[in-house]
């Protein structure tokens, strides 16, 4: 009879240990929230060919939403139909996979931008992302590649 008094305490403890997320856990959760969102952003595409850096004005809104996971992200390009997925690297900062997205066509040519990776993070009030790609294009001959450095920053909508 005097076992059971002491095993009902011990039981719940070890229950209850085991019942709930841990505190880090809740804390990423509680970060990605606040980086949740939809945010007007501009800056540069960078392209290389023959060796010859150039850059030119980007603009697109980007749409950070919560993934399957606790520690996941999905980034929606919007002006380009693309989803990236990714993960929460701490309260501010995320890394993304790479993807291969269609662009759209040009006088009968076919274009992929196939996004090796990138990285973004929440500084201040604004949403800052980079991502490294490859624009592959064919035009019914060979196939060319230029790679691509996409960086964009700005505010939440």
């Known amino acids: 009879m005097r076992l ?5 305490p011990f039981v719940c403890l070890v229950v209850s240990a085991c019942g709930g997320p841990e505190p880090e856990e809740d804390a990423l959760l509680e970060a990605r929230q606040r980086l949740l969102g939809t ?8 392209t290389i060919t023959s060796g010859v850096s150039s850059s030119q004005p980007a603009s697109e809104t980007l749409v950070l939403q919560s993934g399957d996971s606790s ?29 291969s997205c269609a662009l759209p066509s040009e006088d009968s040519c ?7 990776g990138g990285s973004g993070a929440l500084k201040g009030d ?4 980079s991502l490294e790609a490859q624009r592959i294009t064919r035009c019914g001959g060979p196939t060319t590649s230029r790679p691509i450095t996409l960086r964009l920053s700005g505010p939440r909508r």
């Open 4 to 8: 059971l008094p002491t095993l009902v």
């Open 39 to 46: 945010y007007d952003v501009t800056g540069s595409l960078i």
């Open 71 to 99: 520690e996941a992200v999905s980034l929606a390009l919007s002006a380009l139909g693309c989803e990236l997925r990714g993960k929460m690297l701490g309260e501010h900062a995320f890394t993304l996979h790479g993807r």
């Open 110 to 116: 076919t274009s992929t931008l196939s996004i090796t």
């Open 126 to 129: 604004s949403l800052e992302v």
